[in-house]
Structure formats: C-alpha cells, structure tokens
C-alpha cells in the first residue's frame, strides 16, 4: 500500500509531488461490486453493510495514511446462483450465495452439473438462512402434501429459493404440473401478491427476521408451516451443507409456536481472479468492525469469526482472506 509521508522536504517538492500523488491514486483506485438479492431481502443488507464498513475504513485511512482505494457499490440482483453466475462472468467481485448453491458450484452438482466453477472462493459465512413455506391466511395449507392444486410462487429464477424449492420437488416427486399454477415472482413482489390473494403460498430461504416475510405475515396474517418429514430428514442427513433450523415463538405476529424446517447458511462469495488486496482488505474492513456489522441487522447479532471463517464453506478459501485469518490467529 502506497504512504504519503509529508516531510518538510516533499513539501519542498509540492508541486511535482501532488502531481505524481494523484496520478498514483487514479491508478490505484479500485471498484467492486457485490451481488445481493431482492431490496427486502437480508443479502441486500449484507451487501450494503460490508460496502459501509469499506467505505469506514476507506474514510479512516484518509486521516492515518492507510489508504486503500476500494469503492464499493452492492446492488440488488436476483440472488445466489445469479451472483455465482456474475462472479464466475466476471461482472460481479463479490456476491452472497446459499451455502447449497456455494457447493454445487464449486463441485459441479445439481444444477451446476456439467458447469462446476473451479474458481470460486469463499470468504466467510455470514446469517443462517431457514426455507420457509409462507402461506396465506385462508388457505388451508399444512405441509408440503396440501399445496398440491394450489398457486405457489416457487422464485425468481437466479434465486436460492427457487434451487431449493426445485431440489424439494424433485424429493417430493412433485411436478410445476401439480400446483394450479407456479409463479416466478421475485421476494419484493412474493407478500403482496400472498397479501392480494394473487397466490396461496411461497417458499423463500431468508434470513430472520426479515422485513419481507413480515409483510405476509404481520401485515395479512400469513403464517410459516413445519417441514420436518423424512424428506427433510434426509435432506439434512446427507447434505453438509444443509441444517435444521428454528424460527422462533414470537418473530412474527403469527409465529405462535416455533417453527422447525430445515436451512442453509448465507454465504460471502468471490473468484480466485480478485486480488489478493482487494480480498483482504473487504475481509479486513469487515472484521475490524464486526461489532458494527452485528448491529445492522439482528440476523447479524451473535456471528462469531471462529465460525464465520470455516462454516459452511465449501470452496476453498480466497488467499486474501486467509491472509487476515492467518494475522489475527484465527488459523
Ligand atoms: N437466499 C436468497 C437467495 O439466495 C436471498 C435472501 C435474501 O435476499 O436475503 O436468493
């Protein structure tokens, strides 16, 4: 990293200095993105936050002359397999990503088979993600079995929901042909459509809680079912990638019992192709304010470095991380 040291006699020189000092730091200016996923969503959150925490550190490096020129912008995408998908394009740097969708495109499975993306990297993992069922008031839908002749918005396609609902299909042996209709509407669009009575139920894999799911649920009285048969069960049992997961009595108006289905962790993603320095220092900017971080959202509230750094990563990790990791004892 490049120092401005001000000495009485570069002050001397400041004509021909400024000069080179600005045209050093054009070069040295960096811009990242990170994809995220729908404007309601927890990942969108991620994203805006990490960029904070960039842009903190950029801020403070103005004042103590560690600059290092990262920009950084966190748009709103379509979810995990579409920002695996940039990432691998090279349009996006960053992105967040499933736990599930982390390890088929790392090894090639499911529905990277035949497309394995050897370059992908792992940085950390951030909130747990439980699969949701949302249905509506009225509807009448208990389990998995009743939304059979129902309309079920299955996702966006780009969306971890939507591989996940598809790889519950497959283990249900449940075709699009058996609901009423599948929609592929997108997390912003999914609670006002249950809300409008457009659809009966969704399935969404989010963080908790989340301001979505709130819509449905606090705002039209939506409730979240179980998914605990050995379909889940088996799911868990041989998949790492893949936990049970609470949503507790009392998140939502209508979360009058806990809810237990199963889950995956969100992700933090890159390409070996980034560099080293840029890694390092996204990674350096988070865990240097990770108290802040945990306060921007309350799915944040209990992450932990020890476990952020090896759970539910299945690709390696980047080398610019493990720099950090290395620095801080943590490996
Ligand atoms: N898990 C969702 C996905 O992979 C996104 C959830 C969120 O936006 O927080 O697309």
């Not at 904070?52 to 801020?59: D, N, P, Q, S, T």
């Not at 008031?137 to 998995?144: H, P, R």
């Not at 809300?195 to 908790?208: F, L, M, P, Q």
């Amino acid at each position: 990293m490049r120092k401005l040291i001000v000495t009485t006699l570069a002050l001397a020189f400041a004509a021909g200095t400024l000069f080179a000092t600005g045209a050093a730091e054009a070069k040295d200016k960096k811009f990242i993105s990170i994809g995220t996923g729908g404007p309601t969503g927890v990942y969108f959150i991620v994203g805006q936050s990490i960029c904070r925490l960039v842009h903190k550190a950029a801020a403070e490096g103005r004042k103590t002359g560690r600059k290092h020129g990262i920009r950084c912008s966190a748009p709103s995408t379509g979810g995990s397999t579409y920002n695996i998908g940039q990432i691998r394009e090279g349009e996006l740097d960053f992105g967040v990503a499933q736990s599930d969708w982390q390890f088929h495109a790392y090894n090639g499975s499911s529905k990277f088979k035949g497309k394995a993306f050897k370059k992908l990297r792992a940085v950390f993992s951030v909130h747990p993600e439980p699969y949701h069922i949302i249905v509506g008031k009225n509807s009448g839908i208990k389990s998995w079995a009743d939304l059979k002749g129902k309309r079920f918005n299955i996702g966006n396609p780009g969306s971890g929901q939507r591989g996940t609902t598809e790889v519950l299909m497959e283990k249900y042996g449940t075709k699009k042909s058996d609901f009423k209709i599948a929609t592929e509407l997108t997390s912003t669009e999914q609670s006002k459509a249950l809300c409008d009575g457009k659809i009966d139920a969704y399935g969404y894999t989010v963080g908790v809680p989340n301001a979505g799911v709130s819509i449905a649920t606090d705002g039209c009285g939506a409730k979240i079912i179980n998914l605990m048969t050995s379909v889940e069960k088996g799911l868990v049992d041989a998949n790492p990638f893949y936990a049970f997961a609470t949503i507790p009595k009392g998140t939502y108006k209508t979360t009058d019992a806990d809810v237990t289905t199963f889950g995956v962790m969100a992700t933090f993603v890159t390409s070996a192709d980034v560099a080293e320095k840029v890694v390092y220092e996204v990674v350096r900017a988070v865990f240097e304010n990770l108290d802040d971080f945990r306060k921007l959202h309350p799915a944040f509230k209990n992450l932990d470095p020890k476990l952020m750094i090896k759970n539910a990563l299945s690709a390696p990790l980047h080398p610019g991380a493990v720099k950090y990791y290395k620095e801080k004892g943590w490996m």
